[in-house]
């Protein structure tokens, strides 16, 4: 059974810097994607980044050259660096995490989700 754990929200102001940390445990998958989302309030969740097992990543549009998501393999821990933060960044972002072989962008495509660390950029 796979948890995840994220921590590192808080509230910056606009142009900002934060890093979310998602530490994951019970994982034994030769494949696997790890992913961030978030969900502003009255809106549905979104993806923002993904890695895979052998650190491909991709991301949305929105955050391109802004965010970066990265993965610490010895210490099972999952990165998103957020700078030139945004009012609009402003959302409960999520960890998930799917025992395939490379990545699907979809909600419906991540079977485990961590908790949710608030961001909020004013």
């Known amino acids: 059974h796979v948890q995840l754990v994220e921590s590192g929200g808080g509230s910056v102001q606009e142009g900002g810097s934060l890093t979310l940390s998602c530490v994951a445990s019970?994982?034994?998958?030769?494949?696997?994607?790890m992913g961030w989302f978030r969900q502003a309030p009255g809106k549905e969740r979104e993806w923002v980044a993904s890695?895979?097992?052998?650190?491909?990543?991709t991301y949305a549009e929105f955050v391109k050259g802004r965010f970066t998501i990265s993965k610490d393999s010895a210490m099972d821990t999952l990165y998103l660096q957020m700078r030139s933060l945004k009012p609009e960044d402003t959302a409960m972002y999520y960890c998930?995490?799917?025992?395939?072989?490379?990545?699907?962008?979809?909600?419906?495509?991540?079977?485990?989700w961590g908790q949710g660390t608030q961001v909020t950029v004013s």
């Open positions: 998930a995490f799917e025992a395939r072989f490379g990545c699907l962008l979809r909600v419906d495509s991540f079977s485990y």
């Open positions: 019970g994982y034994t998958y030769r494949g696997y994607c």
């Open positions: 890695i895979d097992k052998d650190h491909k990543t």
